[in-house]
């Protein structure tokens, strides 16, 4: 009997190639050559080929990883997914379920094959396979129930429909039977932790390692020979000292038997930047990890090692490592090289920022290895342009902090319960917002306050006067039953200020911006530019890249503003690169190329200072028509508290000409420590070698008005 027409219809329809839903993207055109740019975020439908269950990180979230396939990759390895979530918000999958996935995001660790991996915008969809319905039926019964509340998005008509359209299209033959499955994933579960630090490593164990690469690596044709360190000790590892390690560099040793003065392929051109010592281990690598080192990574780079076997060497004294091709992967081939990007801070481990810790420790305890002496007059130079350095991470986190706060405020005045409690505590708020208000504009009214200039102070913060911000603080100490006031060097602590621009500097606002060096330290949070490490070390491999990056770096002097002030008093405010971003809506860049970032600036400072740039530079332009005037003179000394610069400048003054004086604002200033090179034992109050230097810096105020 021939079928009927409704099933010769149905046929058909299982038949035809149904494209995928709009916005996603095949498997192979993420994993071929010129696909898909790492970083994009896209959407993706997947086979389950295999799991590994989650696994407890250093942080919050769990570790779950998954391997999935499509129509276009179903004879191929498919593409690795792994996923970074708390635990409860991990789905659990079997073999051959389908995953819909929204937003996933596309990374590549260089020699490694492209992969998939979750960030905050991520939705996962899973389909049971078991109840996956014959196509075109929808697959809705076949969703599984939401894990955790990330995932809310309801998948329309067109994507449950394909995810029928793709069960019953796709060829199975690479999923597991499902006793198999289960099996794997439970063998998955028990693996054992590889991860370890060098100073724990033993013989004959299997380890994934963090490390940095001292140097480039030794090249012999079938295999490399790379020295890596995690800046932790063992003394089963080799001594390396200067001496030994010029050697090295030369090509004159052969600590393992490895190398030989005569290997044309050795690269003789290369400096060791590791640390000395038995911090430093010998990884012998062959391929395919040899070709990826080959071509990607060098002296300085941070990588990941896995499944590196410690053995003894050659000669018997020291542990070394060896990373050959592993067989029976799910990924054939698959690289165990990690080369880490310290510049995308989304990707960067606990493991490895405790690392960069223990290197910049290093660094700062070990700086006469590293570099040698400079020209004093070069390092008087570093150290008075640290003076204008500050805390870049507690600046960060300052902004942070400021947008938090706000966010908090407002999710609080949205979801305050209107009973009768909660609406008086609202109206005494409401009048206290409306006296604070009053005095604001009171306080405004009688100092002329600049309306332009908006700081971001908490309500409740009292006004001070700038003598009161430069008082030293002393805490009370009783030694001996002897009560005494032992002086601070500094405090951590916030102010209000109604204040004016009298200076800045540099002395041009093309200066007002310079370029730094991308460092290593840059990702950690605990990191604030490593004032030691920038003023001595500017020239070590090891911890600057090539990149540059332009930054805000300048300082304003301020004078007290009150209504019956006598003697004004000044303080000079360092405006760091996040709080000079703040106070300008303006990103740094070279100012003496960018006339456009410079024109927007010089307007949006006339409106802090007025026409005190102007006045400054008939100053600048006379003081330079002096010394032409007089070719033997010495230059004068530069802008500061000096009293012989302050008062050659104040004579001056009084003959340049009459301008507009420039309006008070109130503003937010930060009283903090620096840690400064110091010679002097009697001065080293922070540690060997270094002192305590007060200083203050603007933050939380905000140029309004355009531009």
């Known amino acids: 009997m021939p079928p009927s027409s409704a099933a010769r219809g149905s046929r058909r329809d299982r038949d035809v190639d149904l494209p995928l ?24 439908c997947g086979m389950v080929k295999d799991f590994r269950p989650a696994i407890p990180t250093r942080n919050t979230d769990w570790k779950a990883t998954m391997t999935l396939y499509d129509i276009s990759t179903e004879h191929d390895e498919g593409i690795e997914f792994s996923i970074f979530r708390p635990k409860d918000n991990i789905p659990t999958v079997k073999g051959a379920d389908v995953i819909l996935l929204f937003r996933v995001k596309v990374q590549r660790w260089n020699g490694n094959p492209i992969s998939l991996i979750t960030n905050h915008q991520t939705i996962i969809l899973v389909y049971s396979a078991a109840k996956i319905p014959k196509y075109p039926s929808k697959a809705d019964l076949a969703l599984q129930p939401k894990a955790g509340k990330d995932n809310v998005r309801v998948p329309t008509d067109a994507e449950s429909t394909y995810v029928s359209y793709f069960y019953h299209k796709i060829d199975k033959g690479s999923v597991p039977e499902p006793e198999e499955f289960e099996v794997m994933t439970i063998k998955a579960t028990n693996v054992e932790e590889k991860f370890s630090l060098l100073q724990d490593i033993q013989e004959s164990r299997f380890c994934d390692l963090i490390v940095q690469v001292c140097r480039a690596p030794f090249d012999f044709g079938d295999r490399l020979a790379l020295y890596v ?11 390396y000292t200067q001496d030994n390690i010029q050697d090295l560099d030369s090509g004159d040793a052969d600590v393992w038997g490895y190398t030989s003065r005569n290997s044309s392929s ?6 060791w930047v590791g640390p000395y010592g038995k911090k430093s281990m010998q990884v012998t690598c062959w391929e395919p990890h040899a070709d990826i080192i080959r071509g990607e990574v060098v002296g300085g780079d941070w990588v990941t090692l896995r499944n590196v076997q410690i053995k003894t060497g050659r000669d018997g004294n020291y542990l070394e490592g060896a990373m050959r091709e592993e067989r029976g992967q799910p990924l054939k081939g698959k690289v165990n090289v990690v080369l880490h990007d310290l510049r995308d801070k989304d990707t960067i481990e606990p493991r490895l920022k405790d690392a960069l810790r223990r290197f910049r420790d290093y660094m700062q305890k070990n700086k006469q290895l590293k570099a040698p002496k400079k020209p004093e007059a070069k390092r008087e130079g570093k150290r008075k342009r640290t003076e204008y350095d500050t805390d870049e991470a507690g600046q960060q986190d300052a902004e942070v902090q400021r947008q938090r706060q706000r966010t908090d405020d407002t999710d609080e005045n949205e979801t305050r319960k209107m009973n009768s409690k909660g609406r008086r505590q609202r109206k005494r708020e409401e009048q206290q917002k409306k006296v604070k208000e009053q005095e604001a504009k009171l306080r405004q009214e009688i100092l002329g306050l600049n309306p332009l200039i908006v700081c971001e102070s908490p309500p409740d913060r009292p006004f001070v006067s700038v003598a009161s911000i430069q008082e030293q603080m002393v805490m009370p100490i009783e030694s001996d039953k002897q ?19 009298v200076d800045f500097h540099p ?30 070390e500017d020239d070590d491999d090891s911890i600057h890249g090539g990149e540059k990056k332009w930054e805000w770096r300048f300082s304003l002097k301020l004078e007290d503003v009150t209504p019956k002030a006598e003697e004004p008093k000044t303080i000079w405010v360092v405006v760091p690169n996040m709080e000079a971003q703040y106070l300008t809506n303006l990103d740094a860049t070279d100012l003496r190329q960018d006339e456009t970032t410079l024109t927007a600036l010089r307007e949006k400072m006339f409106k802090l200072w007025g026409e005190l740039e102007e006045q400054k530079h008939w100053v600048l332009n006379r003081e330079a028509e002096a010394r032409k005037r007089k070719p033997g003179a010495a230059p004068p000394p530069s802008m500061s508290d000096d009293e012989d610069g302050s008062h050659r400048r104040q004579a001056l003054m009084k003959n340049a000409p009459a301008v507009t004086a420039n309006k008070p604002f109130t503003c937010c200033i930060r009283q903090y420590g620096v840690r400064m090179s110091e010679s002097d034992p009697a001065k080293a109050d922070a540690g060997e070698g270094y002192r305590w230097q007060r200083t203050f810096g603007l933050f939380g105020t905000k140029i309004t008005g355009g531009v």
């Open 21 to 44: 839903p709009q916005g996603f993207k095949s498997i192979r055109d993420i994993t071929e050559e010129e696909g898909v740019r790492p970083g994009t975020l896209i959407n993706v």
């Open 229 to 239: 360190t995690d800046y932790t000790e063992n003394d089963a590892f080799f001594n």
């Open 266 to 271: 050795a690269n003789t051109s290369t400096k």
């Open 483 to 501: 009560k005494m006031r032992l002086p601070l060097p500094f405090v951590n602590a916030k102010y209000c200020a109604n204040v004016r621009v």
């Open 507 to 536: 002395a041009r606002l093309e200066d007002f911006a310079r370029p730094r060096q991308v460092n290593a330290f840059d990702v950690l949070s605990d990191d604030g530019g490593s004032e030691a490490i920038s003023s001595d």
